[in-house]
């Protein structure tokens, strides 16, 4: 599994863009917001947690259609379906490797970007807890509705649609983190809720995935 | 004689096709009789006039919303534990069903909360589940449409209803803990403490059985309609092979 | 270590394409699948790898030993000739031996990326992870695609000197000779019947 994990990285690095993308987005999708809400320092205050949890969520969905399409369309995952590495195991190596290529740089540039949208000075800490605890389940989440798609010819604007209701939780309780940070109160509860919902995807999506890969595999 | 001889496609079609014009008729004489009693017999709310009376619409409809769903989640198991491809086809058949009635309930909620609250659409919590509820409606009936292969499809269906529904319940409780709202409490509940007086209570029930059978008349006959086509399919690719 | 396929039907889009069939390779021997054209070559081997499951009967081999071919071959562009097989190696838990650069001619090309190959090296380089990855039953859907005459024949010699030799077996399925003396099945004898039972629309005839 390490192996696939290797090559799912090395693939990032080397198809140009496998890390930039998502954060060149991330970068310009909060770059344009001041632009369509005004430059007003306050509102932006306001806004800033539930903008940079949107923005990342919108990074994160960008390169999700890419999970498994490539592999299906060359002919991996049939070849990886009959290897000795388990389909959920598969899935949960993806998962990881998406998140390490989009979930991760976007959590590590979100406090730079924080400054941009006027971000409370208390709130960077919780901001960078909630996306590291958060944008896991992101990725997770994002597999399995890959997974789900995947034969399809134009799979990705169906996979956004299934993909985004199930997001829902995640962003709720990501932004409230952020939010209360920003206004001093414990953040403890929807910070705890993220890491909850995180495990458990990981825990149990990869078996949805692997069922639904099974399926589309046929 | 088990239940599940009803799984084989003729005999569903054979056994229900009778009793849907039963049902048709037993839930439009409910619906008609209910509506009738509630907007016409039963007093004004001293507090909301009037206005309250779109609760015959409202409630009916939201409980629908969520128990078709529910209906969805159970019919896609028996599909991916036992096979059974009438199974599979009533949820796919009780889909647009369900999403008729979550829009139902969230405009007679519109129309009930414009005068009350003022506006609209609030995010309330209620209201904010049913709009996530339609998404997740949405999603699945998409599915269904995108995939070619009917056993395909229907397995990948299923694992997306049984994921949704996990993500519908934490949506609920995420939506709850994001914003406190307005909405009233739920209208019926069986801890009859918390209920309408009663003068409502009757007229809201009739209601609700007339919407329940509505459900099943046309879920009978949109499953009978599935299977057809399935039917002409099966039938096309016999022939070309 | 014998294939043994007991009275198999297999289904393509819910409906059967093949029943009734029953044959065993033994180790150390290939089979060629024969048949026109839609008589469900593709989808046979498909089953017989595990990708599908059979509409009746069965398919025996020892565990984890299978491995399936197709024209689409996981080939990574952005990865080199020899990256691209040490993760196919290292998947199957087998090392990464020297000698298989040389049986597919690809010594020259270690270190070039995969994108930059010619089809027919591509597809070399393709059929080459059949002998990093130390599986002894192979099932290959025309593994010659796209192969000159001196490439099929070093594949060719390759399956039957070191494959076949070290007790290996092999289902093909292929349009030209590959001069392996080896028996051929004619699927077309096995084609289903147009009321054949057992596909998953059967509930709906």
């Known amino acids: 599994m390490i192996a696939l994990l290797r090559r799912d990285l090395a693939l990032a690095v080397r198809a140009g863009g496998g890390f930039g993308l998502g954060l060149a987005f991330f970068l310009i999708v909060v770059v344009l917001v001041p632009f369509g809400v005004g430059p007003e320092a306050a509102l932006l205050t306001l806004i800033a947690p539930g903008i940079l949890w949107v923005a990342a969520l919108l990074a994160a969905l960008l390169s999700l259609d890419r999970i498994f399409a490539l592999d299906f369309e060359d002919g991996s995952l049939p070849l990886l379906a009959t290897s000795p590495l388990p389909l959920e195991g598969v899935a949960l190596i993806k998962g990881i490797a998406h998140w390490i290529t989009t979930g991760l740089p976007l959590t590590l540039a979100a406090p730079a970007l924080g400054f941009l949208l006027n971000l409370a000075p208390s709130a960077y800490v919780w901001l960078f807890a909630s996306l590291a605890l958060g944008t896991p389940a992101l990725s997770m989440i994002g597999t399995f509705g890959a ?17 985004l209701p199930l997001y829902v939780p995640t962003l709720i309780f990501g932004a409230e983190a952020v939010r209360r940070g920003a206004d ?35 | 004689m088990s239940i599940w001889e009803y799984a084989n496609p003729k005999k569903f079609i054979a056994t229900t096709t009778p009793l849907v014009p039963w049902l048709l008729g037993v839930s439009i004489a409910l619906l008609v009789g209910g509506l009738i009693w509630g907007f016409f017999f039963t007093p004004d709310d001293f507090r909301q006039g009037s206005t309250v009376k779109i609760f015959y619409l409202h409630v009916p409809s939201a409980l629908m919303a969520i128990n078709v769903w529910f209906m969805m989640l159970i019919t896609s198991l028996v599909w991916l534990v036992r096979r059974h491809h009438v199974s599979a086809l009533a949820a796919r058949a009780a889909a647009p069903i369900g999403i008729i009635m979550t829009v139902m309930a969230l405009i007679t909620g519109a129309i009930w909360g414009q005068p009350m609250w003022g506006t609209w659409w609030a995010w309330d919590p209620r209201l904010t589940s049913f709009l996530i509820l339609f998404l997740f409606y949405l999603g699945y009936m998409a599915l269904w449409e995108a995939i070619e292969d009917p056993d395909t499809a229907a397995d990948l269906t299923s694992v997306l209803c049984i994921v949704g529904s996990v993500f519908a319940v934490l949506s609920r409780y995420a939506v709850n803990f994001w914003n406190q709202g307005l909405h009233q409490p739920a209208s019926l509940s069986l801890d009859k403490e918390e209920n309408v007086a009663d003068v409502f209570w009757y007229p ?21 309609t599935e299977i057809r086509v399935r039917r002409i399919k099966a039938l096309e690719a016999r022939m070309r092979s | 270590m014998v294939l043994t396929v007991s009275d198999l039907a297999v289904a393509r889009g819910g409906a059967p394409v093949l029943e009734g069939l029953s044959f065993s390779v033994a180790p150390g021997e290939a089979l060629v699948l024969r048949g026109p054209n839609g008589i469900g070559k593709t989808t046979l081997l498909r089953t017989l790898a595990g990708l599908q499951p059979p509409i009746a009967g069965t398919v025996n081999f020892p565990e984890d030993t299978g491995a399936y071919a197709s024209h689409a071959d ?40 995969a994108g930059t190959l010619s089809a027919g090296q591509k597809r070399r380089l393709g059929l080459a992870r059949l002998g990093v990855i130390g599986r002894d039953v192979l099932f290959l859907d025309e593994p010659t695609v796209s192969l000159d005459g001196f490439s099929v024949k070093m594949f060719a010699s390759w399956l039957r000197d070191t494959h076949l030799a070290l007790g290996g077996i092999a289902v093909i399925a292929t349009h030209i000779d590959l001069g392996l003396d080896a028996p051929e099945l004619d699927l077309t004898p096995f084609k289903a019947a147009p009321d054949a039972r057992g596909g998953s629309d059967e509930a709906f005839l």
Do not use: Y
Request: charged share 15%.
């Open chain 1, 147 to 163: 997974a789900l798609t995947v034969g399809l010819r134009r799979g990705g604007l169906l996979m956004s649609l299934l993909v």
């Open chain 2, 204 to 224: 809201a029930l009739v209601c609700i059985a007339g919407f329940v059978l509505l459900f099943v008349a046309l879920v009978l006959m949109r499953t009978a």
């Open chain 1, 184 to 218: 001093g109160l414990g953040a403890a509860t929807p910070l705890l809720m993220l890491a909850g919902i995180t495990l458990g995807s990981f825990a149990l999506l990869p078996f949805a995935a692997s069922a639904a890969l099974r399926v589309n595999l046929k």
């Open chain 3, 74 to 113: 996981g080939i990574k562009a952005q990865l080199t000739v020899t990256e691209n097989l040490a993760f196919w190696a290292d998947v199957h838990g087998a090392d990464l031996v020297d000698s298989v650069f040389e049986a597919f001619d690809l010594v020259d090309l270690r270190d070039r990326f």
